[in-house]
RNA sequence: CGGGGCGUAGCGCAGUCCGGCAGCGCGCCUGCUUUGGGGGCAGGAUGUCGCAGGUUCAAAUCCUGCCGCCCCGACCA
């Protein structure tokens, strides 16, 4: 009984948890560039899970999918005031290609307004051509100078939704409704709860009008910016010139919006939800939602083998994602603790005993085993995996609501970010923002939307508040 | 960009102080046995000791230079 080691306790290094599981579950592994990693087939299939429900969600919502270039040209980027100062430290540039130095250097996109503002320029003219609803799934890379596999990479995979529209109100309208399909899949399908709200001046995205977002907790008690939705007002569009002719006969700009959700969210799913076994799965993006383990001696290896085809066929048959795990060489006790560690919602242990009375045992990631009739365990599953999905979200939502505290002195404002949330005023003034950040490591996270109307003080300066509200602070990733 | 650490078998490390046969654990391969919570026994394979230069009869070990990665902090999806 050879005892082998499982992730770094969260308790002990949650940092140390978190690089630990992601080596472990065969999620993804550090490849040879600094700050770059490779995701494995495991991690994939899970990404591949948050691609397949976002774009459905984007479809769903008039967007198309396109693809625009890698490469930018730098004069691109310098267009935008604000947006070239944000980016410009973190870009990677290409200066040779083809043996030669390059005329004018390329930027590898960091994100792609500049390009798409560059073409909708040439593709707009009228009223009718609007609105452009576009989004692309791609790459891009940002010269990150603190990496962590998922949650900042040099190179990271992600979706850009770019729309330009007509009126105000209508990008508005579209930011707004973008951010909701964020929190939709961050809540139904990754079980992830979120505070949305608005970004602080400070926070914002470089050459936004406004930035909204979804901020979540991880179990250290941090916030995760899981997904942002801009607001770029006529900002690109003056840059690049983006105009049309309206119906009222008069040239205009366009406005702007684009959101973006990463595969940090991944970052977010593995470190609300797991815990010192191992990652822990929400059901509807999990690769594989049922493993079978089956045990067996060799002389009823078949017999069992053979009840457990049956089981993963029925399974199959109800549209279940599901791992027969049929290896010879592991021991189902191995079997057990590999499951667990993948985050493997529910685990089905069928031997013989079982084979012979009819019967089989179903254990939860989240804890508990009982023995079940055979007859009816597949279609038993589906409600099962949906009462799953519904527990990891309260679970996590009650964890976050222990850790957020409502504080209205400098003191209690500390110890509330050493811990978790801080639900606190403030004045809106960007320099006492910053001091806050130098003094306490906690940042603005977001500005609720959902949140009573209070009136306040600064709970640094005391000057009077702004927002109407009280607004989020945490340490963050 | 600042601070720290580490580069030795696929992974984790010892050996480096004090120069002298390249080691351990896990994993991997073969066979037998085992299988209801990480099995056991036996046999076996695997190395530019990060790179370059120097000192020496002899360098993983000493000297010089370089490179890379990881972790921690300030900036970012």
Redesign the pocket.
């Known amino acids: 009984?050879?005892?082998?080691?499982?992730p770094t306790p969260q308790s002990e290094d949650f940092?140390?948890w978190y690089?630990d599981v992601i080596q472990m579950a065969e999620l993804a592994d550090?490849a040879?560039?600094?700050?770059t990693i490779v995701v494995r087939p495991y991690g994939y299939a899970l990404w591949e899970n948050v691609q397949r429900t976002l774009d459905g969600m984007f479809k769903a919502t008039g967007h198309q999918n396109a693809y625009f270039p890698l490469f930018i040209p730098m004069s691109f980027l310098q267009k935008e005031a604000e947006h070239v100062e944000?980016f410009s430290?973190?870009l990677a540039v290409v200066t040779h290609a083809g043996g030669e130095e390059l005329e004018e250097p390329l930027a590898i996109r960091p994100t792609s307004e500049t390009i798409i503002g560059y073409m909708w320029s040439r593709w707009i003219r009228s009223w009718r051509d609007l609105p452009q609803l576009l989004n692309q799934w791609n790459n891009v890379v940002?010269w990150?100078?603190?990496?962590?596999?998922?949650?900042?990479?040099?190179e990271?995979l992600?979706q850009e939704g770019h729309t330009a529209h007509a009126t105000k109100e209508e990008a508005e309208e579209e930011t707004t409704r973008m951010l909701g399909v964020y929190v939709d899949f961050a809540e139904n399908h990754a079980a992830l709860p979120v505070i949305p709200g608005r970004k602080t001046e400070r926070?914002k995205?470089?050459g936004a009008v406004y930035?909204t977002?979804m901020e979540a907790m991880m179990r250290d008690g941090r916030a995760l910016?899981?997904?942002?939705s801009h607001f770029l007002g006529q900002n690109f569009a003056r840059a690049f010139e983006i105009t049309f002719q309206d119906k009222d006969l008069k040239e205009k700009y366009v406005w702007t919006t684009s959101w973006?959700?990463?595969?940090?969210i991944l970052g977010g799913i593995i470190m609300t939800h797991g815990d010192d076994?191992g990652l822990v799965l929400p059901p509807r993006i999990a690769p594989i939602q049922v493993a079978i383990v089956p045990?067996?001696?060799?002389e009823s290896?078949e017999r069992v083998l053979a009840e457990a085809r049956r089981l993963e066929r029925g399974l199959t048959e109800l549209g279940l994602r599901v791992r027969l795990d049929d290896r010879?060489?592991?021991?189902?006790?191995?079997k057990?603790?590999?499951w667990?560690?993948k985050g493997v919602p529910y685990r089905i242990?069928?031997?013989?005993?079982?084979?012979e009375a009819g019967t089989?045992?179903l254990?939860s990631r989240l804890g508990g085993?009982e023995t079940l009739p055979l007859d009816g365990l597949a279609r038993a599953l589906p409600e099962r995996l949906a009462a799953f999905h519904r527990e990891l979200f309260e679970r996590a939502r009650n964890f976050r609501e222990a850790r957020t505290r409502a504080v209205d002195d400098y003191p209690a404002f500390k110890e509330a970010v050493a811990e978790g949330f801080a639900l606190a005023f403030h004045c809106g003034d960007a320099a006492c923002e910053?001091a806050i950040?130098?003094e306490t490591?906690a940042?603005a996270r977001v500005v609720p939307f959902e949140a009573p109307a209070e009136e306040g003080v600064c709970v640094r300066c005391g000057r009077p508040a702004a927002y109407g509200r009280r607004v989020v602070f945490a340490r963050?990733?």
């Not at 990150?144 to 040099?154: A, V, W, Y």
């Not at 910016?225 to 942002?228: I, K, L």
């Not at 973006?260 to 940090?264: A, D, I, V």
Request: proline share 6%; charged share 30%; aromatic share 14%.
């Open positions: 009984m050879a005892k082998v080691k499982g940092s140390q690089l550090y040879p560039v600094r700050g944000g430290p973190e940002r990150e100078l603190r990496t962590r596999p998922f949650l900042r990479t040099s990271f992600w926070e995205f470089a930035t977002t910016q899981s997904a942002t973006g959700l990463s595969w940090r076994r045990i067996y001696k060799a290896r010879d060489q592991y021991t189902p006790g191995f057990f603790h590999d667990e560690l242990e069928l031997g013989p005993r079982d084979v089989a045992v254990a085993k910053k950040q130098e490591r940042t963050a990733y």
